[in-house]
């Protein structure tokens, strides 16, 4: 999923409406991806993109920093993150959810991994039938959560 990831997350932030909740549910389901900002500055190689930062173990962890500050935020990072996985899931690439007590990747295989960097990647994902059907349903829900919080 590409675009989705946003209206996933602040579909989440609706739970406990409000700015701050936003950007932070925001922070936390992007926070998985921020290993492709260490492959794109050259500290790792191509094939460290959806590896540790989509494992449980690490959702928990940073869940559980998180914790030391507010327990509540704390819940909100943790389904932030997995709903980060269970958007990527989708893709052909597979995410190894348990590692370091595993290597096994995990997919449903919904739609081919186009990459996670640039135009390319982009338009090959947006190509793809079901790309729309799960972005689309993820609108949905963050529109019908706008409507229950609005009502």
């Keep these: 999923m590409q675009a989705g990831h946003v209206p996933l997350a602040l579909a989440i932030a609706t739970y406990d409406w409000s ?16 290993d492709s900002l260490v492959v794109k500055a050259g500290f790792a190689k191509p094939d460290f993109h959806c590896t540790v930062t989509h494992s449980i173990l690490f959702a928990l962890v940073v869940s559980g920093i998180v914790a030391l500050f507010s327990p509540h935020y704390a819940i909100f990072a943790l389904i932030a993150i997995l709903a980060h996985y269970a958007a990527d899931i989708g893709s052909t690439v597979g995410l190894p959810l348990l590692w370091p007590f595993s290597k096994k990747k995990f997919t449903l295989a919904f739609f081919k991994d186009t990459g996670y960097w640039g135009w390319q ?3 090959g994902y947006y190509r793809q039938p079901m790309a729309w059907v799960l972005e689309g349903a993820v609108l949905a829900f963050f529109i019908y959560r706008l409507y229950v919080i609005s009502a």
């Design 121 to 123: 990647m982009l338009t």
């Design 19 to 34: 700015p701050e909740m936003g950007v932070f549910c925001l922070g936390m389901h992007f926070l998985p991806n921020a």
